[in-house]
């Protein structure tokens, strides 16, 4: 924070004697800054020496200043310091600021379902949070070395192609199509701040206020809140243990158009389901024949535990519907806001020109770092790394589980992803559950956050990233300790 600094001139000169004295002017100064909250209760005021320099008068003029304010109660000194008095009440000046709301109309359309971002965690709480990864173990050397390199580069630094630094393009191009089975190019790869920032993107340029989007329930609420914010109509369709249901959309455009169907096929969130073979061929068919964008979110390829990945709708997709969302959130971390989004040529083409209208191009510096850190393969290298670490991770949770709240939840282990959905007894009370859980010492999400509609729904989903193997089980000790009365 900058250092408080005098906030006006004193009158002095030939008409001086009309005016204040001087160490007066100074004391109201001051009081007049107490008041506006520029100076607040335990603030230090300047040396006397240090402010009569400051300002050209002698010191004896700030120290009369001083005792004035001191004498009526407004700072206080201790240890040769002077400061605003911490017993001060909040002046109505500083209260009227902090609880005046706009001067216009603050409507948000469609932000009824937005959730304000996430708060601190407090230290003693455990958090197992939907999957994030576990941000001690970045590696923060590797990227502070590449991210040096990529400021020395001046042309990066300037204005620059708004479908993003075109390196990390062609290596993400290179990934998708080494790893993930998609056949792009760098000119069908648009880097953005998060996949957020890429659905955000098409959906502030696809979509028109009205048109139906069919999203997965349970599901992700940060999608909806997007999809919502352009004004869509959102068409909540059920998932099961294969994933997204497709005979309801078939239903659904008996009705009517559907512009666009929000998916999660490899790992559902937050069931990490994997979507079945026969239901991403009858919705790849279903979309091409009614025109309609598939949004294929696949925000957690790389940890597939067993097996191979399996290859995202994108990469069986002749008809061009699919537009793919990535991210580098889960292999590195959600801070860096480095996304991306794969689609037809002409779709990235106008995407990227209709950014240079909002943020313009992202940070290419950022961008480079991560370009460098995927030709190099360190990234790759990470992220088996991490997928091994994640993988004992999963099996100390499902261990920690079955041992110490065996018959009140089941689960199976899914093949992927960085998260345990959970069935729990419906005997329990599982908001309820969560609430004790918290005065324990653990945050769970429960089923209701992911309910289209908000209803209970006996389901938690259990993050296992971010804490490692003795946490995960000092977490679910204390989540059996929670456990409500059956
Ligand atoms: C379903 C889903 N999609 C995408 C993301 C990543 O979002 P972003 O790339 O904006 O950080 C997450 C992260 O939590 C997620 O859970």
Known sequence: ??????????????????????????????????????????????????????????????????????????????????????????????????????????ELPGSALARPGLRETPPHLLLFGGGLPDLRLVPTDLLARAYRRAL??????????????????????????EMRGLAVTAEQVLVTSGSQGALDLVARNLLKPGDRVAVEDPGYPAAWATLQAS?????????????????????????????????TPHHQFPT?????????????????????????????NEFHFEGRPVLPLASEDPGGVVIYLGTLSKILAPGLRLGFMAGPQPLIEALGARRAASEGQGDHAIQRMAAELLEEGLLQRHARKMRRIYLARRGALASALSEHLHGAVRFEVPPGGMSLWL????????????????????????????????????????????????ELDRAVRRLARALPGR
Do not use: C
Not at 278 to 295: G, K, M, S, V
């Open 423 to 470: 069935q729990v007894d419906l005997q329990i009370d599982v908001d309820r559950w969560a609430q004790r859980a918290e005065k324990e010492g653990v945050a769970i999400y429960t089923g209701r956050r992911f309910d289209f509609l908000g209803r209970p729904r006996p389901n938690l989903r259990l993050g296992f990233s971010s804490l490692n193997e003795q």
């Open 231 to 263: 004004g869509a109509a959102l068409l909540p369709l059920p998932v099961d243990g294969a994933g997204l249901q497709v005979e309801p959309l078939e239903a659904a455009l008996e009705e009517g158009p559907v512009r666009a169907v929000y998916l």
């Open 152 to 177: 020395q580069a001046p042309s990066l630094l300037g204005y620059g192609d708004t479908r993003g630094e075109p390196r990390l393009r062609t290596a993400l191009a290179r990934l998708l199509s």
């Open 1 to 106: 924070m900058r250092p408080w600094t005098f906030p006006v001139a004193l009158q002095t000169g030939p008409e001086a004697g009309t005016r204040h004295p001087l160490f007066q002017q100074i004391a109201q100064a001051i009081r007049g800054d107490v008041r506006r909250g520029r100076l607040r209760p335990g603030d230090a005021l300047p040396g006397s020496r240090s402010l009569a320099q400051t300002l050209g008068v002698h010191r004896n003029t700030v120290l009369a200043a001083y005792r004035e304010l001191e004498a009526e109660g407004w700072t206080a000194s201790a240890q040769r310091t002077t400061r605003v008095a911490s017993d001060l009440p909040e002046t109505p000046a500083r209260k009227a600021r902090r609880e005046q709301g706009p001067g216009f109309d603050l």
């Open 272 to 300: 990490t389901v994997t979507m079945s073979a026969a239901r991403r061929l009858r919705l790849l068919d279903l979309a091409r024949r009614h025109r309609i964008a598939i949004l294929e979110d696949d925000y957690d």
